[in-house]
């Protein structure tokens, strides 16, 4: 059983950062596609960065330039640092391992997810 624990959301003024862990249990960490994706009420879960096993890298267009995720397979974790952050990038974040090596752009594509943690961005 994979578990994957999110942390370091918050509250933070406009055109500050955040950086978001996620700390993958279970074996084989390195050979799965990991994604950060975010979801406000009423709203589709959203796409926001992957990084895939040889650590090629995919952004939603709305993040690019701001956002960067990595990895770092000997901790089995994922980060996502977030800087000149929106109002509008205010959600609940989650981490979640891909299928496969490769990243995917669409929630059925992963198969364990976090709990989520909450980003607020106020203007």
């Known amino acids: 059983q994979v578990q994957l624990v999110e942390s370091g959301g918050g509250l933070v003024q406009a055109g500050g950062s955040l950086k978001l862990s996620c700390a993958a249990s279970?074996?084989?960490?390195?050979?799965?596609?990991m994604g950060w994706f975010r979801q406000v009420p009423g709203k589709e879960r959203e796409f926001v960065a992957g990084v895939g096993s040889d650590e090629s890298t995919y952004y939603t267009n709305s993040v690019k330039g701001r956002f960067t995720i990595s990895r770092d397979n000997a901790k089995n974790t994922v980060y996502l640092q977030m800087d000149s952050l929106k109002p509008e990038d205010t959600a609940v974040y989650y981490c979640a391992r891909g299928l496969t090596r490769w990243v995917g752009r669409m929630s059925r594509e992963y198969d364990y997810w976090g709990q989520g943690t909450q980003v607020t961005v106020s203007s």
């Open positions: 279970g074996r084989a960490f390195s050979t799965y596609s």
